[in-house]
């Protein structure tokens, strides 16, 4: 068995706290001959500001490029709010994105069958709700230049941000997305804002290209991204696979993830273009939740997201999909027995903290795996 090697990156707030469990599981997993698992830590967000003075050190980025795969928890917090811009927490996470070619953000929204009360909508609209955001994550917005803010003199200033895209980028997250489809529902939805904004008429374009060029098999539609969102709430089972750029994905995934009641269960993977000679992708891995620092040290946050953000790991860079389908059965046997976390509890359940739900899962998971 490969030995494979895993970069740690827990971050700010309750990162740590929830990267504890997914090293619980690993640990278990190593010791169990199921996977062999080598692992470093690093730092990254406040904390490596307060180490190095910038949000990740040179060191940890070449481990991260020698990894092959980073488990990253979360960053930021109010402690941080007034270090320079080009410093900041969320900077560490930009970076590793960018330098690492992470291009491909897979944000999945399952409804667990147990949690379908714990929405804001009605249980008949979210149950055996499954789907998956395919975001543009190296583009857009986000990245373009110039970004800038000029001072105009007499009280005014002048904010900057450009979005710009270039065809290969559309090109690569579309067959990201179309090849998904393939293994799922067989349909992908499109999403943009062409009405309005020219690199949306260019998006529109490419991936209606791509899709008549390599995808005939597979349904395209299209959708403006601001009616998107008011379907996802509406009838969010109408989608598979929706792929949108940058901006739209980083709102609309947040949108799909209170769907399921949570953004304490909803894990992501970010992935890189596949080497043509190792036949493998650079991959990070991180839960869609924030660093909470309100909740941090306490023992109440979710470590669901962060466990089975692992477990897309297993799916998208090991090839260890059955394990990774345990992995996702043993939580929906824990939430099934009524056991809850502060920011899923409901009435009749029965509370417990972040360390008890990691311990109760891998329990559910060695019933499995005997």
Not at 289 to 295: E, L, Q
């Amino acid at each position: 068995m490969a030995t494979q090697k895993l970069l740690l990156l827990p971050g700010d707030g309750i990162g740590p706290e929830v990267m504890a469990e997914v090293k619980r599981l690993i640990g278990w997993l190593n010791g169990k001959g199921l996977a062999s698992f080598e692992t470093e830590e690093g730092l990254v967000g406040g904390s490596a500001y307060d180490a190095h003075g910038a949000s990740i050190s040179e060191a940890d980025m070449d481990k991260a490029k020698a990894a092959d795969a980073i488990i990253f928890g979360a960053v930021g917090g109010p402690k941080w709010d007034g270090v320079p811009y080009e410093v900041r927490p969320e900077a560490g996470l930009l970076r590793l994105r960018k330098d690492l070619g992470l291009f491909a953000n897979l944000r999945p929204a399952v409804c667990y069958p147990a949690l379908a009360d714990a929405s804001s909508l009605k249980r008949e609209i979210v149950e055996g709700l499954d789907i998956m955001i395919v975001r543009e994550l190296t583009g857009g917005v986000y990245f373009g230049e110039p970004k800038t803010i000029t001072d105009l003199g007499n009280g005014q200033k002048r904010a900057v941000d450009t979005q710009v895209y270039d065809t290969y980028e559309i090109e690569r997250i579309a067959r990201v997305a179309f090849d998904l489809a393939r293994k799922r529902r067989n349909k992908v939805t499109s999403m943009e804002k062409r009405n309005v904004m020219k690199s949306g008429v260019l998006w529109n374009e490419v991936v209606t290209a791509v899709h008549a060029r390599e995808y005939k098999d597979v349904t395209l539609e299209h959708q403006l991204a601001d009616s998107g969102g008011m379907n996802l709430v509406k009838y969010p089972k109408m989608f598979d696979v929706i792929v949108t750029d940058n901006l739209f994905g980083d709102m609309l995934s947040d949108i799909a993830a209170m769907l399921t009641g949570s953004l304490g269960m909803l894990p992501s993977a970010s992935l890189g273009e596949v080497d043509a000679k190792t036949h493998k992708r650079r991959a990070l891995y991180e839960p869609v939740h924030g660093s909470a620092p309100d909740i941090a040290g306490k023992g109440l946050a979710n470590p669901i997201a962060m466990l089975t953000s692992f477990g897309m790991a297993l799916r998208y860079s090991f090839d260890m999909g059955a394990l990774a389908d345990k992995l996702d059965a043993a939580i929906a046997a824990v939430l099934a027995s009524g056991l809850r976390t502060a920011d899923i509890k409901a009435e009749g359940s029965t509370p417990v903290s972040t360390t008890q739900m990691g311990e109760a899962i891998i329990k559910e998971l060695e019933k499995l795996t005997v």
